[in-house]
């Protein structure tokens, strides 16, 4: 009996202390992967004919992270851009439909924003508006 309780711990042990690195230890905080950019109203849309905040599109730009989160208040200092199109008038992070757009609904007027974060310059380019 006792020679199996030997044999028993001589197995059990060394099993229980591989495990115990298994999932109790702390995980790595997330790291920074680039920016994100939400566009409100979300379905990017201004009306160049209607007054503001109709004929304006504002955007935010947040953090993402290693684990696909982002962070919860949007970021300050970014430096905003669009791409030359003349219905479009940027002023920091708020864009206002001055026409329509050549092509309203199928143009999208990019908007880019660029952030310092960490001494790592990050660029989201994928959003933009809508001009009608």
Not at 21 to 38: M, N, W
Not at 70 to 82: A, K
Not at 103 to 110: A, E, H, I, T
Request: proline residues 8%; glycine residues 10%; aromatic residues 10%.
């Amino acid at each position: 009996m006792i020679r199996l309780a030997r044999y028993f711990a001589a197995l059990l042990v060394p099993g229980v202390l591989a495990l115990n690195g298994c999932g109790g230890g702390q995980l790595p905080a997330p790291t920074v992967t680039g920016i994100f950019v939400q566009a409100t109203p979300a379905n990017q849309t201004a009306y160049s004919s209607q007054p503001a905040p109709q004929n304006q599109v504002s955007f935010a730009a947040y953090l993402s992270y290693s684990d696909g989160s982002l962070s919860s208040t949007p970021l300050s200092g970014v430096q905003w851009s669009d791409t030359d199109y003349s219905w479009v008038s940027l002023n920091g992070n708020i864009a206002t439909c001055t026409q329509p757009a050549p092509l309203p609904g199928l143009q999208l007027s990019k908007i880019t924003a660029t952030a310092q974060v960490n001494g790592s310059s990050y660029t989201d380019s994928g959003s933009g508006l809508y001009c009608f």
